[in-house]
Every structure is written in structure tokens, then in C-alpha cells.
């Protein structure tokens, strides 16, 4: 288990702080409006109303020793830096800063950020590459990076019948099967096989959950 802090409670940093509680991890979350503090409260490990900017409020609850640390603050961009720098200074091994602008994720890298996001922005993108690349075999896109992604295919008929043995699809395509989403019948609900194995065999209307690059996948899509 580790421990994230999550600083800034607004849309984006409370949803972050509700997710990872979700999954069993301990949660710092921090913001300067006791309202927001209150609405994570029974969510979280611990939620405290404070200045983050406040070198000596967040060591008072233990922010320095957490694994992962989030600045959620995006539209106040001064204090976004500060935390981003308090943080660093902390020694804090994972930085992650939420930027605005472009402009304003070159100043959070350049002052310690190990990651920097842009929400918006990042969504625009995922809706685009969804809005593109979805047809009517690929009913899911999600980019990973610039050159990879995962999408759910639905199974082309010349796969049905056949073994992932006998498809050889890393060797033909370079593309990995990373699951098997199978659809719910009468008698039984839709599963989800996420350790498929060489002697899986592909049914009909099976969705293949597929990682690799964007170029080697589309390529696999073509052929399907």
C-alpha cells in the first residue's frame, strides 16, 4: 500500500482522492476551503484544511513522508509552483502538478514535477482519438502514450473457432492480448477474462482487449 497526498479538492484533485481511497490506498487530501475538506472527509485517511503553501502545516501531517504526492491546483498558478516546490524540497519521490497551459507545465517540470497533467487537455485528446479510431469493430480507445493504446476489438470472424495459439497475434501483429471480454448470454452474465491463456478459444462477438502500438494496432484493424 502506498500513500498519496492529494492537494487542491476541487473536481479534478477530489476525484483523484476518492479513487485511490477507493483502492485501498492511504490518502492525504488538503485544500484551504473547509467545505471541500468536509466533502472527502469520510472518504479519505485523512483530510485537513490548511495552507499547502505552509512548510510547517503540511510536515505537521506528515505530507513529507507519503510516496506519491498530487498538486491538483490548477487555475492558481502561484501557488500550484510553491507547492510543486515545497514538495521537492520535501524529498517526495513522485510529484505529480496539474497544469493549465502548456506554459505553466514547463515551469512545474522545470521547478521538481515529476509528471504534469493536463486535464482537459488530455481528455480533448482521449474523446478525439475515441471519436477517430472507434469503428464498427473498435469500441474502445484509450492512448497510453503518443505511440501505444489499448482498445477493446470486436473479434473478426476468421479468429473465431481458433486458439490464441493457433491466431499467433504478438508474433503476426506485434500486438498483445492483454483480456477477453465475453458477452452475457441467458444464462450467464458478461466476464472478463484478464489472464488469457494459448488454449483460450476466441467465440463469436468476443471483444479482444489489445495493448501495443498505435501503428502495429492499426494494421491488426485493417486486416479484421
Do not use: W, Y
Not at 9 to 38: C, M, P, W, Y
Not at 45 to 50: E, L, N, P
Not at 161 to 174: A, K, N, S, V
Request: glycine share 6%.
Amino acid at each position: 500500500m502506498k500513500q498519496f497526498a492529494v492537494i487542491g479538492l476541487g473536481r479534478f484533485g477530489s476525484s483523484v482522492a476518492a479513487a485511490l481511497a477507493e483502492k485501498g490506498q492511504q490518502v492525504i487530501a488538503i485544500d484551504t476551503n473547509e467545505d471541500l475538506v468536509h466533502d472527502v472527509m469520510d472518504i479519505v485517511t485523512k483530510a485537513v484544511c490548511m495552507d499547502a503553501t505552509d512548510e510547517k502545516a503540511v510536515k505537521s501531517v506528515g505530507i513529507q513522508n507519503v510516496d506519491v504526492a498530487i498538486c491538483a491546483i490548477g487555475t492558481d498558478i502561484e501557488a500550484s509552483i510553491l507547492i510543486t516546490l515545497l514538495l521537492k524540497d520535501l524529498g517526495i519521490p513522485v510529484i505529480i502538478g496539474n497544469a493549465v497551459s502548456t506554459a505553466h507545465k514547463k515551469v512545474l517540470e522545470r521547478v521538481g514535477a515529476t509528471k504534469v497533467i493536463q486535464p482537459e487537455k488530455d481528455m480533448g485528446k482521449r474523446i478525439a482519438d475515441t471519436l477517430t479510431s472507434v469503428t464498427d469493430t473498435v469500441i474502445d480507445h484509450v492512448g497510453i502514450s503518443e505511440n501505444s493504446s489499448v482498445i477493446e476489438l470486436i473479434a473478426p470472424e476468421e479468429f473465431v473457432g481458433q486458439t490464441l495459439r493457433d491466431l499467433d497475434i504478438r508474433t503476426r501483429f506485434g500486438v498483445n492480448v492483454i483480456a477477453i471480454k465475453r458477452k452475457a448470454d441467458k444464462n450467464s452474465d458478461e466476464t472478463i477474462n484478464i489472464t488469457p491463456q494459448a488454449d483460450d478459444v476466441v467465440a463469436k462477438e468476443d471483444v479482444l482487449i489489445l495493448f501495443g502500438e498505435n501503428a502495429k494496432i492499426e494494421n491488426l484493424n485493417k486486416k479484421s
